[in-house]
């Protein structure tokens, strides 16, 4: 299967920093990129998709100027929390997107934030 | 509205025995499921997937079955074994809304000794 990498994998930060966590898709092109947050005990939630090059679409109730998303290149995307609260502290998955994907969708292994 | 419904949200099993996970969903336009187990703070690990013109994949010890009918399908797992145990979502996706997934809420599978 496709591999795809995240970093950090954990994160720890005061309240009011920012954190910029990377997702790369390490061997195909992924022209789509979709971020996803998990609270404990919830189902995982799409908080944005992004296409190569252009403007991420985000979910409704997903601050867009609070989760900053690129996505610069077909194997690389960030997602920046801006401003961290505690409240965002959560599970962030990232999932590749491209037509080598199209039945069977790939998953970064995660990233943990704490935020304190 | 939930579109992908997982109503049992634990089940417990003997080692040994089948698993039957259960799923529901509303959109007719779905054409493609996915079922993914995860461990705590690790992403979903892709299990087993099933195209909607079949109504049964199976892989080794994993079998999906599809009812169009109902709407409905179902992992089973057989034997269960203790690495099992985990949270299993099943997701749905179409085609003309670029394969976005679609998931359910999560069912909690414990494999007892």
């Known amino acids: 299967g496709a591999v795809v990498s995240q970093h950090p994998s954990w994160v720890i930060c005061k309240s009011g920093t920012s954190v910029k966590i990377e997702c790369r898709s390490l061997d195909f092109q992924a022209t789509t990129m979709f971020w996803y947050r998990q609270f404990p005990k919830q189902s995982l939630m799409l908080m944005a998709t992004?296409?190569?090059?252009?403007?991420?679409?985000?979910e409704q109730g997903v601050e867009k100027d609070k989760f900053l998303i690129n996505h610069a290149s077909l194997t690389l995307s960030t997602l920046t929390v801006t401003s961290a609260h505690p409240e965002d502290s959560s599970f962030y998955i990232c999932?590749?997107?491209?037509?080598?994907?199209?039945?069977?969708?790939?998953f970064g292994p995660g990233t943990r934030l704490l935020v304190l | 509205d939930q579109q992908v419904k997982q109503n049992s949200p634990s089940l417990s099993v003997q080692e040994g025995r089948i698993s039957i996970l259960n799923c529901d969903y509303t959109n007719s336009m779905f054409d493609y499921f996915l079922w993914y187990k995860k461990y705590p703070a690790e992403g979903p690990t892709f299990l087993i997937s099933?195209?909607?013109i079949k109504d049964k994949n199976e892989d080794g010890r994993f079998t999906v079955f599809l009812n169009k009918s109902a709407k409905h399908l179902s992992l089973h797992i057989v034997p269960s074994q203790p690495g099992d145990s985990a949270v299993y979502f099943c997701a749905a996706s179409a085609e003309d809304s670029n394969y976005q997934l679609i998931w359910g809420a999560g069912t909690k599978l414990i494999i007892k000794p």
């Open positions: 999932s590749p997107g491209g037509w080598e994907t199209q039945e069977t969708q790939y």
């Open positions: 099933i195209s909607s």
């Open positions: 992004s296409n190569e090059g252009s403007k991420a679409t985000y």
